[in-house]
């Protein structure tokens, strides 16, 4: 449903309000929604970790307006800050830096940084900026669900736990942010998003690391517990070469052997090889996965699915990404 400027404005001024009262409000961004909070108020803070499920020692990243807003949140500024938010703030990326002191310890789980973020969907920013704050803001959703892609998918996990939800329609690219790591001595990527290595180390004219190990104590979302996952069984299937839609039809045939409804998560030229239930990833693209993963899980779950196949893609650009989420949320991983 399309809302007037009007309707709108009263929607941002009562969420903004509701923040300023410690409320919980979820908010569209371009990448997947988030659950808003004032990152100045450890009781609504809290509430986000009760309402998802959240194990404490995950930080947040807290989301901003303003590359001046952002600025007030770190103690020191990195040497590469100012380049790397020019060109991709607002957008999804996400920036690990030196922490300042009035931010609490809730929000980093007491380590000496912080994350930052600023979304580029004009909602986010506008309800930021009426709430006179900024906002810590993980996915909306149940923790190890699929992140939520639309308000509906945000109502589904969260009905009744939370003041409000802001509708912004779909998100446009569907998978979180890049978390890039800027207090070492180079930049380090802890979680692979909407930015690509390719894209980090064009702008930077330097080889741009992607940290492969799971630390005690993570200094990112999404590095230590199982995550963005469907509750059906998930397959991912890996080929050396192009898949063929035929190598599929006999591991379909063997469980649907076995009575199992079996859903399968591809591209469109895979319809028609024998699953139970099927949701098209379009084309295939990297960003055909990425704006369709999450809401093909929840379908295909909804749709009673027991067991998911999905196709592995070329891990360059974005698709490294995708691939990063889909291993890990898989249960089983086939090679052929």
């Given at each position: 449903m399309t809302r007037s400027p009007a309707e709108t404005r009263t929607s941002l001024h009562l969420a903004s309000s509701a923040i300023r009262r410690g409320e919980l409000v979820a908010f569209p961004t371009e990448t997947v929604y988030g659950l808003g909070a004032n990152a100045f108020n450890e009781d609504a803070i809290r509430a986000i970790?009760?309402?998802?499920?959240?194990?404490?020692?995950n930080p947040l990243i807290v989301h901003v307006d303003s590359i001046g807003r952002a600025?007030?949140?770190?103690?020191?500024?990195?040497?590469?800050?100012?380049?790397?938010?020019?060109?991709?703030?607002?957008?999804?990326?996400?920036?690990?830096?030196p922490r300042h002191?009035?931010?609490p310890d809730v929000v980093t789980a007491g380590l000496d940084t912080v994350a930052l973020r600023m979304p580029d969907h004009h909602l986010a920013r506008e309800l930021i900026a009426m709430a006179g704050v900024p906002l810590v803001a993980p996915s909306a959703n149940v923790s190890g669900q699929p992140s939520p892609t639309s308000a509906m998918d945000v109502l589904h996990d969260l009905n009744g736990k939370i003041y409000a939800v802001l509708d912004g329609g779909e998100c446009r690219i569907g998978i979180e942010s890049t978390v890039l790591d800027l207090t070492g001595e180079r930049p380090v990527i802890l979680r692979p998003g909407g930015i690509s290595r390719e894209d980090l180390e064009k702008m930077l004219g330097e080889n741009v690391s992607l940290i492969d190990s799971t630390p005690d104590h993570p200094p990112s979302p999404g590095m230590k517990y199982r995550h963005y996952a469907p509750k059906a069984e998930l397959r991912v299937v890996r080929c050396n070469e192009a898949l063929n839609t035929s190598a599929l039809v006999p591991l379909i045939r063997a469980e649907k052997e076995k009575g199992r409804s079996v859903g399968l998560l591809a591209a469109e030229a895979f319809r028609d090889v024998g699953a139970d239930v099927f949701f098209s990833l379009g084309e295939g693209t990297a960003l055909d996965y990425a704006r369709n993963l999450y809401r093909g899980f929840r379908f295909l779950d909804k749709a009673g699915a027991s067991i998911i196949f999905c196709p592995a893609i070329d891990e360059q650009g974005l698709g490294s990404a995708v691939m990063n989420r889909l291993l890990k949320?898989?249960?089983?991983?086939?090679?052929?």
């Amino acid at each position: 449903m399309t809302r007037s400027p009007a309707e709108t404005r009263t929607s941002l001024h009562l969420a903004s309000s509701a923040i300023r009262r410690g409320e919980l409000v979820a908010f569209p961004t371009e990448t997947v929604y988030g659950l808003g909070a004032n990152a100045f108020n450890e009781d609504a803070i809290r509430a986000i970790f009760r309402v998802k499920g959240r194990p404490a020692d995950n930080p947040l990243i807290v989301h901003v307006d303003s590359i001046g807003r952002a600025r007030e949140l770190m103690q020191v500024e990195p040497a590469s800050f100012q380049e790397l938010v020019s060109r991709f703030w607002p957008g999804p990326l996400t920036v690990v830096v030196p922490r300042h002191a009035a931010v609490p310890d809730v929000v980093t789980a007491g380590l000496d940084t912080v994350a930052l973020r600023m979304p580029d969907h004009h909602l986010a920013r506008e309800l930021i900026a009426m709430a006179g704050v900024p906002l810590v803001a993980p996915s909306a959703n149940v923790s190890g669900q699929p992140s939520p892609t639309s308000a509906m998918d945000v109502l589904h996990d969260l009905n009744g736990k939370i003041y409000a939800v802001l509708d912004g329609g779909e998100c446009r690219i569907g998978i979180e942010s890049t978390v890039l790591d800027l207090t070492g001595e180079r930049p380090v990527i802890l979680r692979p998003g909407g930015i690509s290595r390719e894209d980090l180390e064009k702008m930077l004219g330097e080889n741009v690391s992607l940290i492969d190990s799971t630390p005690d104590h993570p200094p990112s979302p999404g590095m230590k517990y199982r995550h963005y996952a469907p509750k059906a069984e998930l397959r991912v299937v890996r080929c050396n070469e192009a898949l063929n839609t035929s190598a599929l039809v006999p591991l379909i045939r063997a469980e649907k052997e076995k009575g199992r409804s079996v859903g399968l998560l591809a591209a469109e030229a895979f319809r028609d090889v024998g699953a139970d239930v099927f949701f098209s990833l379009g084309e295939g693209t990297a960003l055909d996965y990425a704006r369709n993963l999450y809401r093909g899980f929840r379908f295909l779950d909804k749709a009673g699915a027991s067991i998911i196949f999905c196709p592995a893609i070329d891990e360059q650009g974005l698709g490294s990404a995708v691939m990063n989420r889909l291993l890990k949320a898989a249960d089983i991983i086939i090679d052929i």
